[in-house]
T-cell receptor
Framework: GAVVSQHPSWVICKSGTSVKIECRSL??????MFWYRQFPKQSLMLMAT?????????EQGVEKDKFLINHASLTLSTLTVTSAHPEDSSFYIC????????????????FGQGTRLTVV | EDQVTQSPEALRLQEGESSSLNCSYT??????LFWYRQDPGKGPEFLFT???AGEEKEKERLKATLTKKESFLHITAPKPEDSATYLC???????????FGSGTRLQVQP
C-alpha cells in the first residue's frame, strides 16, 4: 500500500536552534499534505495544510513564522521549527491522502512514523 | 465545528473477549470516516474508510460499521497484539484535513 515516510524519527535540539522535519510520499503524488501535533495521551491536532507550489494554510493559533512549511514537490513537504523552545517539544506527524478521481473523496489517508522533538 | 467523540477512553479485555469501540460524530457533510490504530511512539496506521450509513468493512478480527451518527469498531476474539490506541477521524465539508477523536486505549490481556 501507499507509504508516507517521515524523517527524522526523533531529534534533540538546543533552545533557539531550528529543526527541519521531512515528509515524503513514497509511491504516490500528494498535492496536499498535512502536519499534526500530538501531546502525550492526547489525539492529533491539525497544525497546517501544506499545498504543493503555494503557501501553507495554518490553523488558528499556530504561528506561521515559527512553523515554516515548504511543499516544493509532489512528494516532499518539510516542517521547520524555528527558534525552538522547550514548549515546542512534542510528537509531530505528517499525513498525505489519496483522492478518488471519480468522487473527489479521500479513499485512504496515510501517516508518517512521526518525529519526537525534544528541545533542551 | 466538526466534533468527534470516542468511547470508552480505555478498555481492558481478556484474550478472546469480543467488544466494540464507539465513535460518535457531529459534522456538516460527512465525506468519510476513518479508523486508525496507533502504537506508542508511532504514527497512526490506516485501517478503514467508511463513506455512507450502512457500510461495513472487515479486516482480520476488526469490523467497522457506520450509521448517520456514529461508527463502531468491533473486535472479535482479540489477541494481545491488538493492544493499541484506536483513533477515529472524520473528513467533512470542503475540508480535506481529518478531525480526530481522542482515541480508545485498548489493552488485551493474555
Amino acid at each position: 500500500g501507499a507509504v508516507v515516510s517521515q524523517h527524522p524519527s526523533w531529534v534533540i535540539c538546543k533552545s533557539g536552534t531550528s529543526v527541519k522535519i521531512e515528509c515524503r510520499s513514497l509511491d504516490f503524488q500528494a498535492t496536499t499534505m498535512f502536519w499534526y501535533r500530538q501531546f502525550p495521551k492526547q489525539s492529533l491536532m491539525l497544525m497546517a495544510t501544506s499545498n504543493e507550489g503555494s503557501k501553507a494554510t495554518y490553523e488558528q493559533g499556530v504561528e506561521k513564522d515559527k512553523f515554516l512549511i515548504n511543499h516544493a514537490s509532489l512528494t516532499l513537504s518539510t516542517l521547520t521549527v524555528t527558534s525552538a523552545h522547550p514548549e515546542d517539544s512534542s510528537f509531530y506527524i505528517c499525513s498525505a491522502s489519496i483522492q478518488s478521481r471519480r468522487t473527489q473523496a479521500d479513499t485512504e489517508a496515510f501517516f508518517g512514523q512521526g518525529t519526537r522533538l525534544t528541545v533542551v | 465545528e466538526d466534533q468527534v467523540t470516542q468511547s470508552p477512553e480505555a478498555l481492558r479485555l481478556q484474550e478472546g473477549e469480543s467488544s466494540s469501540l464507539n465513535c460518535s460524530y457531529t459534522v456538516s457533510g460527512l465525506r468519510g470516516l476513518f479508523w486508525y490504530r496507533q502504537d506508542p511512539g508511532k504514527g497512526p496506521e490506516f485501517l478503514f474508510t467508511l463513506y455512507s450509513a450502512g457500510e461495513e468493512k472487515e479486516k482480520e478480527r476488526l469490523k467497522a460499521t457506520l450509521t448517520k451518527k456514529e461508527s463502531f469498531l468491533h473486535i472479535t476474539a482479540p489477541k494481545p497484539e491488538d493492544s493499541a490506541t484506536y483513533l477515529c477521524a472524520v473528513q467533512a465539508g470542503g475540508r480535506r484535513a481529518l478531525t480526530f477523536g481522542s482515541g480508545t486505549r485498548l489493552q488485551v490481556q493474555p
